[in-house]
C-alpha cells in the first residue's frame, strides 16, 4: 500500500514542476510505454539536490503507476489501466496554459497593447522543443484581455516584403542609386509598361558586359525590378516604403544594428503619427504597417 508521502498533494498537483510530464520532458502525446519508462529512468538518475528533484524521487513509484501503468490511486491502491495518464497530459496542458496566460497578465500591469507577433513568439517559447497546447487554444486563454482594455495588433498577415525592399537598398547603394525607380531613370509615377521596357534596357546593357560579375548584377536586379515593380500590390508597399523609409524604416533598422529591441508606448505612437503624416493615410492603416515593422525589425513594445 501506499504511503501518503508517494502521493502528489493537492497543493503540488497545481505546480507544473510536479507534474509529469513537463518535469520529464515527455511529448502530451507520447504512447509509447517503453520510450516513456525509459525517459523517466534516465531523468530520475540525474536528479540531484534541489527541493523538486528530491521530491520526483519519492514520487517514482506513483510516477512509474501514472505514466507507464495507466493507473489511478484510490486510495488503497492503484487501478491500472483508468485513464491517468491521459489525466496527466490534460493537467500539463492546463498548468502550461495557465501558467503563460498568468505571465501575459501580469505584463498587461504596464501594456494596454501587443503585437500579435510578440504573442506567438511566447508561445513558441513555452512550446519548445514539446507543444503543450495549440495556438487557438492559446489565444483562446487570453480572451481576458479584451476585459482589461487590452488591444492585441494583427501584423503576421500583413504583406510587406520587406526582405525583398532591404536587398535591393543594399544592391542600389553599391550603384549609387536612390531606389529602383532611379536606377531606371523613370519617376515613381511611369506606367507598368514603360517599367517592363527600361528593364529590359538595363538588363541587356549589363549583359553587353564583359565582366561576369556586372552580369550577374544585372540579372538580379532585373529580378528585383519583376518581384518589385511590376507586380502592383508589391509596388504600392515599396512606393509606401520609400516615402516613409528615411522616417521610419531606416530608425528601426538603427534599432536592430545595436541591439535595441524595446520600442515604448510613446514612440510607437509617434511612428505611427509620422506615418499617418507622410502616406496621408489612416491612423488604423498606419498601426498596421508599424506593426508589420516592428515584426520584421524584431522590436517589442514596452
Known amino acids: 500500500m501506499a504511503t501518503t508521502n508517494s502521493q502528489r498533494t493537492a497543493e503540488e498537483l497545481r505546480n507544473p514542476e510536479l507534474n509529469y510530464f513537463i518535469a520529464f520532458k515527455i511529448d502530451l502525446k507520447e504512447i509509447d510505454k517503453t520510450k516513456i519508462e525509459q525517459k523517466i529512468k534516465t531523468e530520475l538518475s540525474k536528479t540531484g539536490g534541489s527541493i523538486t528533484q528530491r ?7 506513483d510516477i512509474m503507476q501514472v505514466m507507464c501503468n495507466d493507473a489511478t490511486f484510490d486510495g ?26 498568468d ?17 506567438i513568439t511566447i508561445y513558441d517559447k513555452v512550446n519548445m522543443p514539446l507543444t503543450y497546447f495549440t495556438k487557438d487554444e492559446f489565444f483562446k486563454a487570453l480572451g ?29 547603394e553599391l550603384l549609387e542609386k536612390k531606389d529602383l525607380y532611379d536606377y531606371l531613370g523613370v519617376s515613381k509615377t511611369v506606367l507598368q509598361s514603360e517599367i517592363h521596357s527600361e528593364a529590359n534596357k538595363a538588363y541587356m546593357s549589363w549583359m553587353r558586359s564583359p565582366n561576369l560579375r556586372d552580369k550577374q548584377l544585372g540579372s538580379q536586379l532585373d529580378g528585383m ?13 515599396y512606393d509606401q516604403y520609400l516615402v516613409i523609409r528615411t522616417g521610419v ?12 529591441k524595446e520600442l515604448s508606448a510613446c514612440e510607437y505612437e509617434k511612428y505611427i503619427q509620422r506615418v499617418v503624416s ?4 489612416s491612423v488604423q492603416e498606419a498601426e498596421i504597417i508599424i506593426a508589420a515593422g516592428c515584426k520584421f525589425f524584431q522590436l517589442v513594445l514596452v
Open 278 to 281: 507622410l502616406l496621408k493615410t
Open 55 to 61: 521530491r520526483l524521487l519519492e514520487l517514482k513509484d
Open 76 to 101: 488503497t491502491s492503484y487501478k491500472p489501466n483508468t485513464g491517468a495518464g491521459q489525466r496527466e497530459a490534460e493537467a500539463a496542458k492546463t498548468l502550461k496554459l495557465n501558467e503563460t496566460a
Open 103 to 119: 505571465f501575459i497578465r501580469m505584463l498587461c500591469q504596464t501594456r494596454k497593447k501587443f503585437l500579435k507577433s510578440e504573442l
Open 144 to 172: 481576458f484581455l479584451n476585459g482589461l482594455g487590452v488591444k492585441i495588433i494583427e501584423n503576421t498577415d500583413v504583406k510587406i516584403p520587406f526582405d525583398k525592399f532591404k536587398k535591393a537598398d543594399k544592391m542600389l
Open 225 to 237: 525590378i519583376k518581384d518589385i515593380l511590376l507586380d502592383q500590390a508589391v509596388r504600392k508597399a
Open 249 to 260: 524604416w531606416d530608425e528601426f533598422a538603427q534599432r536592430e544594428k545595436f541591439g535595441v
